[in-house]
């Protein structure tokens, strides 16, 4: 097999100084549960009908970087609540 070639990173994809997690952008208090989306609602011979459906947002809103809370610049002035049982949970699977 023919050794895997080095490349540099493409200039979309670095991450630069000012990134910060999704734990910053969580304390937004014009956010909602969730939001509306269509579906499709089938009946049993096949056909469907398009409905609104209200999709609840099921994501953490709790910061998670436990393992860089002190260190990682992306989680710097990070207000978020920290997700101490997620921690437990990980550091149990060690
Ligand atoms: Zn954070």
């Avoid at 670095?14 to 909602?32: A, Q, T, V």
Wanted: aromatic share 12%; proline share 6%; with cysteine.
């Amino acid at each position: 097999m023919p050794p895997v070639e080095d490349i540099d990173v493409h200039e979309k994809v670095k991450i630069g100084l000012d990134f910060r997690y999704g734990c910053h952008s969580s304390r937004n208090p014009k956010k909602s549960d969730g939001y509306y989306a269509l579906d499709r609602i089938y009946r049993e011979n096949g056909t469907f009908y398009i409905e609104n459906v209200f999709i609840p947002h099921t994501n953490t809103t709790k910061c998670r970087s436990f393992a860089l809370w002190d260190t990682d610049p992306a989680c710097a002035g990070c207000e978020s609540p920290r997700d101490l049982e997620y921690e437990q949970r990980c550091l149990a699977l060690r």
